[in-house]
């Protein structure tokens, strides 16, 4: 149930205390590929040590229900607001 409660990019805009900016990587996207809310940023922050971060990557792969209004899985793996569950061994180890 948590894992749908309204994170899509198309409502973004109404988040409440939203002030955050979204873009796309690349040129012909029509997904965002980053945001940037201030408490996303905040978290992000601290959580990887890095107080240049100006972003934070959305997922890129995916239907219309996942690329755009996700985590990345590449940088969350298994988070529950990344678009699926992966089984087995990730990353490189």
Not at 82 to 92: A, E, H, I, M
């Amino acid at each position: 149930m948590f894992h749908t409660l309204a994170f899509s990019s198309s409502l973004f805009p109404y988040y409440k205390n939203g002030g955050y900016t979204a873009g796309t990587d690349y040129d012909s996207a029509s997904i965002p590929t980053w945001i940037a809310f201030p408490y996303v940023l905040a978290w992000a922050k601290t959580q990887y040590g890095c107080s240049s971060l100006t972003s934070y990557k959305l997922e890129d792969d995916g239907g219309s229900s996942s690329a755009g209004s996700h985590w990345e899985r590449t940088i969350l793996a298994n988070d529950i607001m990344t678009s699926s569950d992966v089984s087995g061994k990730l990353g490189n180890n």
